[in-house]
């Protein structure tokens, strides 16, 4: 895979200054992770309580490099520095590529992609950190789609080498090559994936949650279910994995993939996350999905 994204990365012109929209769980992480290998980023979100989460997320990293005497006050100060937190579209006229990370609506993204689009350079890339809308269907909502491609982040952005550069139907090489420059920059491993929904990763994960569901309907523990995966020897059980998710975003993406493969991703019982999402259980992000965090 790096062979495959150094080809892609002696074409691009450098990204200087990048911008993520979005600050949640992904948007704090990829705002950490661009500052922290250098690239300085505005992160823009719409709420302040947001932005303030999101400073906090790249804070708590930092003072763990601190604590393993990875990393001085100064390096974690110079880092802190480059993460511009706004609420406006100010200083969007200087950077080079946008990551677009609001909530898995594809109104919602359309929207602001739109907004962004005005407020950057005519030679910058817009991207979407989506998980499942396909890069073709958000495109319709820019007026440059040859410099619009998706940059698929995994969670936690900082510990997730993978990141799916997905080419819509009408992206240029530039814009791929760009994309996956920056990926590389951030020390990431970028792959080029076609356009559909979910792409490639989430076209395996989903029927993966889609049997948990069955199970869980079944009347299975999910308790049980994760010992069960640990101990098959994945990192975490899907219950955990969805609420690290956010339930919320699972949920959407659940219903994107549905639509996209209605034969292969459909559901032929009860969805239990959309029980939770009713009762306002949205994971790690409020302190209670399937599990409760203190
Ligand atoms: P999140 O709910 O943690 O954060 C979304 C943020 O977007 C919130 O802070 C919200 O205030 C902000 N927002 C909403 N509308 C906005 C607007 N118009 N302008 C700017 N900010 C706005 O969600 P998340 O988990 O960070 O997911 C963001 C995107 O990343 C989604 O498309 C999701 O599918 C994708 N993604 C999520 C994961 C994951 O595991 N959570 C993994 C990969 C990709």
Redesign the pocket.
Known sequence: LKKKARGWTKQAAPVKKSAV????????GVAYQSASTGTPILM????DE?LG??INTATGLLNKQIEKGRLDEAGKEKVLSAIEPTLEYTGFDTVDIVVE????NPN??A??LADVEKAVPANAVLT??????SIDQLAKSVSRPDQFCGM????PVHLMPLVEVIRGSQTSDETIARTVAYAAAMGKTPIVVNDCPGFLVNRILFPYFNAFNRLLVDGVDFERIDRVMEGFGWPMGPAYLAD???I??LV??DHVMQEGFPGRMGHDADVVAEALLDAQHLGQ?NGKGFYEYG
């Open positions: 929209l979005g600050a949640g769980i992904m948007g704090g823009k979100d719409i709420r947001a989460l999101g990370a609001v909530v898995e919602v993204k929207a602001v979407s950190n989506t998980s499942t809308i698929h982040f995994f969670n690290v998710v956010g919320d975003t959407h993406a992000k």
